[in-house]
């Protein structure tokens, strides 16, 4: 059967698109709080600190060590590694098997979904608990953002909640008609 276009099933395009904005994103910010300094070239070093001072995010600065105790955040790099190690994975797995309509994909993503909906609530605990101060405070290295800066960190912190969680929903379902399917066909097959 010849896999349907991409363009005719939108939930499969969303998670495509972002599975591809997603890739470069880790790999050139989330990620760099695990790479070795040395290694990257000082342009992509400076992305993190670039996102970091627009948006005070308590998590990647945290992580990366532009403030506060980086200890503190040894469980948000271990979502970090998470990321890494299965998320990324999955990014291409997912790219590919959306592409080519590929059903056995599906539960690999539902685990993805799962797991990423988890990990984000924790990280946006941490935003909405992280104080709301001055800009003038910000800059004596006091860990807290403006009303601004919590909002554009939440209209980024948001999508990667919602579309994660859309897509376990979405999976499980595809994976119960599947299932579904499968016990019917094989019932029928019993009563021949």
């Known amino acids: 059967m010849a896999p349907r276009p991409l363009l005719t099933r939108p939930l499969d395009l969303l998670y495509f698109v972002f599975f591809v904005i997603h890739i470069p994103n880790t790999l050139l910010v989330d990620l760099q709080a695990l790479y070795p300094s040395h290694i990257l070239p000082t342009f992509i ?3 993190p600190k670039l996102y970091v001072n627009m948006s005070s995010d308590p998590l990647i600065g ?5 403030f ?3 200890q503190n955040y040894v469980w948000f790099k271990s979502f970090l590694f998470l990321e890494m190690f ?3 994975p999955v990014f291409f797995l997912g790219v590919r098997g959306l592409w080519k309509d590929c059903r056995s994909i599906y539960v690999l993503l539902l685990v993805y979904g799962a797991s990423t909906t988890t990990t984000l609530f924790p990280c946006l605990a941490v935003l909405l608990n992280t104080p709301i101060t001055s800009s003038e405070t910000i800059a004596a290295k006091a860990i807290s953002i403006t009303s ?3 909002t554009l960190l939440l209209s980024s912190y948001i999508p990667f909640l919602l579309i994660p969680l859309t897509l376990t929903i979405d999976m499980a379902f595809r994976i119960l008609r599947l299932t579904q399917a499968g016990v019917a066909a094989e019932a029928r097959t019993k009563n021949r």
């Not at 945290?62 to 532009?66: D, E, I, P």
């Open 62 to 66: 945290g992580a990366m060590g532009y």
């Open 45 to 47: 070093a400076n992305l």
């Open 68 to 70: 506060g105790i980086p």
């Open 86 to 88: 299965f998320q990324l």
């Open 148 to 150: 601004e800066q919590r």
